[in-house]
């Protein structure tokens, strides 16, 4: 059973960094061809916001908002996505998620460069990061 589970979220003040790290159990990156791996972010109350999609040979897609302050990569010997965060600011607070797409050579994107939300089917529990001003 394929399991995600995120880390490293806390609190840090606005202009601050956080690299937050998702451990993939149950499966080994090197051995899949067709594997996305992606984050996203949800506010109580807002839908669900796509960040950036790793494709298994490591092509990162970064939605348009983010890119420049959040930068996405994997380590397969370790099994681990990460997601380095720079600058971050207040409104960059919000519930983490990671989530792994099985079947796609290319991680599919909405207008924006964001990732499909609907494509990905296994995720994990979250991790919260707060900004404060």
């Known amino acids: 059973q394929v399991q995600l589970q995120e880390s490293g979220g806390g609190s840090v003040q606005a202009g601050g960094s956080l690299r937050l790290s998702c451990a993939a159990s149950?499966?080994?990156?090197?051995?899949?061809?067709?594997?996305?791996l992606a984050w996203f972010r949800q506010v109580p109350g807002k839908e669900r916001e796509g960040i950036a999609a790793?494709?298994?040979?490591?092509?990162?897609r970064s939605t348009d908002s983010l890119k420049g302050r959040f930068t996405i990569s994997k380590d397969n010997a370790r099994n681990t996505l990460y997601l380095q965060m720079n600058s971050l600011k207040p409104e960059d607070t919000a519930m983490y998620y990671c989530?792994?797409?099985?079947?796609?050579?290319?991680?599919?994107?909405?207008?924006?460069?964001?990732?499909?939300?609907?494509?990905?089917?296994?995720w994990g529990q979250g991790t919260q990061v707060t900004v404060s001003s």
């Open positions: 149950g499966i080994d990156l090197r051995d899949y061809r067709s594997l996305c």
């Open positions: 790793i494709d298994t040979d490591g092509s990162a």
């Open positions: 989530a792994a797409a099985w079947g796609w050579v290319r991680c599919p994107t909405v207008p924006g460069s964001a990732p499909l939300s609907e494509a990905y089917n296994n």
